[in-house]
């Protein structure tokens, strides 16, 4: 079993930074691609930032030079580095992990959502 555990999430106002931080534990053999999302009240979920264990990244238009995405691939560690926050980022961001367990099966795993707040 493979789980993600997220935090970092909370208040903050407009302008101001959040991190948030993702750690895949379990029966991991490896890690493709780690990646971030967000859902906003009575949207989709949608793609914020993702990152490959070789470390291409892709953004979110909205989100571009904005946010940093990182990975620490000995600790099986993501990051979400959000900086110059607005409003409409507040949404529920859940980490996401495309995994290889120690039986060669691949998993697609979600973390449990961190709630991020903007305030105007």
């Known amino acids: 079993q493979v789980q993600l555990v997220e935090s970092g999430g909370g208040l903050v106002q407009a302008g101001g930074s959040l991190r948030l931080s993702c750690a895949a534990s379990g029966s991991i053999r490896s890690i493709d691609v780690m990646g971030w999302y967000c859902q906003a009240p009575g949207k989709e979920r949608e793609m914020v930032a993702t990152?490959?264990?070789?470390?291409?990244?892709n953004y979110a238009d909205s989100v571009k030079g904005r946010f940093t995405i990182s990975r620490d691939n000995a600790k099986n560690t993501v990051y979400l580095q959000m900086n110059s926050l607005k409003p409409e980022d507040t949404a529920v961001y859940y980490c996401n992990a495309h995994v290889r367990n120690m039986w060669y099966r691949y998993l697609e795993v979600w973390g449990q959502g961190s709630l991020v707040t903007v305030s105007s």
């Open positions: 990152i490959t264990g070789g470390g291409t990244i």
